[in-house]
């Protein structure tokens, strides 16, 4: 049968295990940003907006979005590399005072065809109706220039090494069942001087906050997933999922014990969410 | 027997396993698809699945859950209505369901016509409905107030052949009327309020002026429609049950 491994708070098998969370995420996939809203009451985009600020990606970068799903990292880094492009291009042609109106018209045309500059997002998700959703989404906001959709697993993931300038993974580690074997995957495919981060719930220390934090989530949450989705047991399982998810500093040994240096974290909204960040030398 | 409730507050990391928690504290599953909730937990499904019903209302399954959440004074009462009655007793010991698989459709339709078999497969064609789209309960914390509510849901398709009443949205409110009469669950007697909002004047008239009353006074006059073992009348013409039961005549 397998070592005994935690569903939530229930007790399964490693393969049970991520089975149930495949069907977890099938289920949910069609509401995953409604409930991811109602949720987080909308802050949800804050932390994710923070990440990619943290990550201040400059224009031919290569990222890798683990368990992106439904896009939100990918589509946020594709705009921060349009504006800082922007910004480069204004500054060029501040500086090229001279110029014809022909030929500021034609360093137009040219660098339209590259607006973001080179810049690369492979989104990568084990669950196909993630990415399906994903791929809508991109659809219908109009982003298709420098996006890919991967399936894959972050535990074995289909790419070669060195390859990745930054690999982030946004509330997915949690649900990765060997959390050591993602993070190995992770190093593996980055290239030397490569980032990683990781965007993920975290433990609230503060014993009043945490009282609060467990009454919303436990008493809730899972109400919402019900009235919204008619889905309690998936949103029961997030937050058990969180309980049973390192705290900080374990998930940074685990980091270091995967060969990442100057790893550290950075709590958001009193440690509910940490963003870890290690490098690749 | 009935779970004594706890308020939820599990330790996942390092506390004592929640396994120990849930079961000293009488938070078990009672029956297939029960989920155990607080009553805080309770009153917010109730919130959000009467506003969520009116929203939306093709999310049958929030009017269910509104009907589990809020039925805790009307469920026990219907189920002593049956224990003290000869068939309803039968009823909640013999737990008979109605679904396709456990009907013999063909034996019903070849049944004559006013009869209640032959007249109940008509209706199910005619409104291209089917008993088995029935949700089950999930949030009732008795075992067997869960069937009660399991069989008022089933018996639902009954009443509109028994009521005479299509299922387009007035005929379901003449229903809701009758069922909010006859069970006192709040989540009939919100449906009939709040139902014929979306209704046009003209229907709005019929209903208040014909239908309605002969709802009330129908259910009114009706003994309790879960005391019927409708399993064991196919055979019945309909207007013989009408008249036994005590509903008048459909306008």
């Known amino acids: 049968a397998g070592p005994e491994m935690h569903f939530g708070f229930q007790s399964v098998t490693e393969e049970e295990r991520r089975e149930k969370i495949y069907q977890v995420f099938e289920s949910v996939a069609k509401k995953y940003d409604v409930m991811n809203d109602s949720m987080t009451l909308g802050i949800h985009r804050l932390w994710k907006d923070i990440l990619v600020h943290k990550m201040n990606p400059s224009p031919g970068t290569l990222l890798l979005d683990v368990a992106g799903g439904t896009g939100d990292i990918a589509f946020r880094f594709i705009n921060y590399v349009r ?16 110029l014809s109106w022909q030929e500021i018209f034609e360093s137009y045309q040219e660098d339209k065809l590259n607006s973001l500059g080179d810049s690369q997002v492979v989104v990568c998700d084990i669950n196909r109706e993630m990415l399906k959703v994903g791929k809508q989404k991109a659809q219908q906001l109009g982003y298709s220039e420098g ?4 399936l894959g697993n972050a535990e074995e993931l289909p790419f070669d090494d060195d390859k990745f300038d930054v690999y982030t993974i946004a509330f997915g580690i949690r649900n990765v069942t060997r959390i050591d074997l993602a993070l190995q995957e992770a190093y593996r495919v980055l290239k030397p001087g490569g980032r990683f981060l990781c965007l993920e719930f975290s433990r609230v220390s503060n014993p009043l906050l945490s009282r609060l934090y467990d009454l919303y989530s436990f008493q809730v949450i899972p109400v919402l997933g019900e009235v919204i989705a008619g889905d309690w047991k998936s949103y029961q399982y997030l937050v ?30 009193f440690g509910i969410v940490a963003i870890h960040s290690g490098f690749k030398l | 027997g009935t779970a004594r409730l706890s308020h939820s507050d599990p330790r996942g990391w390092d506390g004592r396993g929640v396994q120990e928690e849930e079961e000293e504290e009488g938070w078990q599953q009672l029956y297939p698809g029960h989920i155990p909730t607080s009553p805080l937990q309770k009153a917010l499904l109730a919130a959000g699945s009467a506003v969520m019903a009116l929203c939306d209302p093709y999310r049958h399954d929030m009017v269910a859950v509104l009907g589990e959440t809020t039925g805790c004074l009307a469920l026990p009462n219907l189920r002593d209505k049956m224990k003290h009655h000869p068939e309803g007793y039968r ?24 009869s209640l078999g032959r007249e109940y497969v008509r209706f199910l064609e005619d409104n291209r409905v089917s008993p088995d789209t029935r949700m089950p309960p999930k949030f009732v914390d008795d075992e067997e107030l869960a069937y009660v509510i399991q069989r008022y849901r089933e018996v639902h398709d009954l009443m509109h052949t028994l009521l005479g009443m299509p299922t387009n949205m007035l005929g379901e409110v003449v229903v809701k009327w009758f069922e909010a009469v006859q069970t006192g669950l709040p989540m009939c007697v919100l449906g009939a309020a709040f139902g014929p909002v979306r209704l046009s004047a003209r229907k709005l008239q019929v209903l208040a002026t014909e ?32 008249e036994e039961i005590g509903i008048f005549p459909p306008p």
């Open chain 1, 147 to 150: 996006l890919s959709w991967v």
């Open chain 1, 240 to 269: 058990e999922s969180i309980r049973q998810f390192p705290p900080q500093e374990e998930l940074k040994e685990m980091i270091e014990d995967a060969g990442f240096f100057k790893v550290d974290y950075e709590n958001l909204n």
């Open chain 2, 211 to 242: 239908l309605v009353p002969w709802a009330i006074r129908s259910g009114r006059n009706a003994s309790c429609i879960l005391n019927v073992y409708y399993e064991q009348r196919w055979e019945q013409p309909v207007e013989s049950l009408r």
């Open chain 2, 91 to 114: 009823i909640l010991q013999e737990r008979p369901r109605i679904r396709l698989s456990t009907l013999d459709m063909a034996r019903l339709r070849g049944l004559p016509d006013g």
């Open chain 1, 83 to 98: 504006s800082v492009r922007q910004q480069q291009l204004q500054r060029k042609l501040k500086h090229h005072q001279n």
